[in-house]
């Protein structure tokens, strides 16, 4: 698996834990930001970063979560 790839799988994983701690994307937000803050977080993955990225995979968790079944959009 690609770098990039196994990076953003990285973050859509970390998402979906969260989601399924019914955290809501805000909250998610913060959780990141204040790991940022204290330098805690793969710095190795910039991806945590990409507030798009986050709302897109955030999305996608709730879709999933919802349904019940994987997103393929």
Not at 17 to 31: D, F, G, M, P, Y
């Amino acid at each position: 698996m690609g770098k990039v790839k196994q990076a953003i799988q990285e973050v859509e994983e970390t998402i979906l834990a969260l989601v399924e701690q019914e955290l809501s994307l805000s909250q998610i937000k913060a959780t990141i930001g204040y790991v940022k803050d204290l330098d805690l977080c793969n710095k190795n993955n910039p991806y945590f970063f990409d507030t798009k990225l986050v709302e897109t995979c955030y999305n996608k968790a709730i879709w999933e979560r919802d349904n019940g079944e994987e997103y393929w959009g």
